[in-house]
Nanobody, 127 residues
């Protein structure tokens, strides 16, 4: 599956952005879809995940209710709505697909488990 992320940009602290990821090339609803992020000189970290039926979601603690992940299987898209952004949210955001139907928190939060990655979209939050 090919993933194309978009929607990043420059926003002031307290602002919002909506990231989108379009999947092509395979059956989209076979995958758990997630967002990760990587700031300069830091490891890639988990942000949020959604199962194929969109009945389960899981977020990193730092999200604190500010971000919402959603998906539309008919369109092959997954979104990350980010509100109340802060400078520490500055990073490259990646969408990723994990070929499993097994909802296990330890696995879905681990980057090396994922099968496909998008190219990343830069989010910069100014103070």
């Amino acid at each position: 599956v090919q993933l194309q992320a978009s929607g990043g940009g420059l926003v002031q602290a307290g602002g919002s952005l909506r990231l989108s990821c379009v999947a092509s090339g395979s059956t989209f609803n076979n995958y758990i879809m997630s967002w990760f992020r990587q700031a300069p000189e830091k490891e890639r970290e988990f942000v949020g995940a959604i199962n194929w039926r969109a009945t389960n979601t899981h977020y990193a603690d730092f999200v604190k209710g500010r971000f919402t992940i959603s998906r539309d299987n008919a369109k092959g898209t997954v979104h990350l709505q980010m509100n109340s952004l802060a400078p520490e949210d500055t990073a490259v955001y990646y969408c990723a697909a994990y070929s499993t139907q097994w909802w296990h928190i330890g696995s879905i939060t681990t980057a090396r488990k994922y099968d496909y990655w998008g190219q990343g979209t830069q989010v910069t939050v100014s103070s």
